[in-house]
């Protein structure tokens, strides 16, 4: 078959315009939305990441903040935008829970949101009353058990990251620690330094003043390596082989945006997590700093979906 010039011409324009594209990729300013209210770690994370896209792009990447519904809200607002690069989701890990807590989403998040760039993982600590009997993890474990349910944890809520990381400590260590939700994590570390309660698993930075004070003891850290902030503190996966509960973040967009623009920002996101200043920025919030591919960070999606579906099954968990 033999083609005319203009069909040539066509094939030949067709062949470079994804490159094109993403080369042009962006011509106008983009949003980065979240779940979660102004000024908490997501928000400055977010806009840490904004600021290096603005610089290294030339366009502005205004941070857009919608909380409501356990981050529900902001996400389906970007699975509903168009598919272009120019709106972009700070995922994070109730992506993931939501998925089997949430009966009834407009969305399944893995289907509807292409993955763009890992960021990280914010490390809990498992932190106790100064005067509770258990000074280590296995003590607490062998304690917890011989009081079958007299022992309790302490959360922010109902499916934080909190209560999903006593679950897993509960199903992996055969204990039965009764899980005690407040409405606000102040309130539920009041009660912990009062000893109302005998554990939490608290974000590290927050936990850090009254661990400083000797209001709270650490016995271990939820990530799998040891976090920069408490170095001399050992992981929970240390005596329980395999644990690993700590909220995550990274980007995303609507799925069917153009592998080209997925590919530019995951390779400028990449580049921000391995510069000195971002990179003790994010450190500073008790980050452990993870980069990699869309394929890595689609993979960690589907893992911590299925993780986190099982133990809300097997704990009966409900959202509020």
Known sequence: MTLSRRQLFSLAAGAVAPSARAQAYPTRPVRIIHGFAPGGGSDIIAHLIGQWLSERLGQPFVVESRPGDATNIATEAVVRAPA?????????SPNATNATLYQNLNFNFIRDVAPIAFIGRLANVLAVNPSFTAKTVPELITFAGASRGNVSFASAGNATAGHMSGELFNLMAGVSMRHVPYRATAAAVADLTGGQVQVMFENVLAAMEYIKAGKLRPLAV???????????T?????????????PWFGVGAPKDTPAEIIGK???????????????AQLTDLGALVLAGSPADFGRLIAEETQKWGEVIKSAGIKPD
Not at 266 to 279: D, G, H, P, R, T
Request: hydrophobic content about 40%; charged content about 20%.
């Open 234 to 246: 050992p992981t929970v996966a240390d005596f329980l082989p395999g644990f690993e509960s700590s």
């Open 222 to 232: 939820t990530t799998a390596t040891r976090s920069v902030l408490l170095p001399d």
């Open 84 to 92: 272009d690069g120019y709106t972009l989701l700070l995922a994070t």
């Open 265 to 279: 920002l995951n390779s400028e996101i990449n580049a921000a997590l391995v510069e000195q200043k971002i990179k």
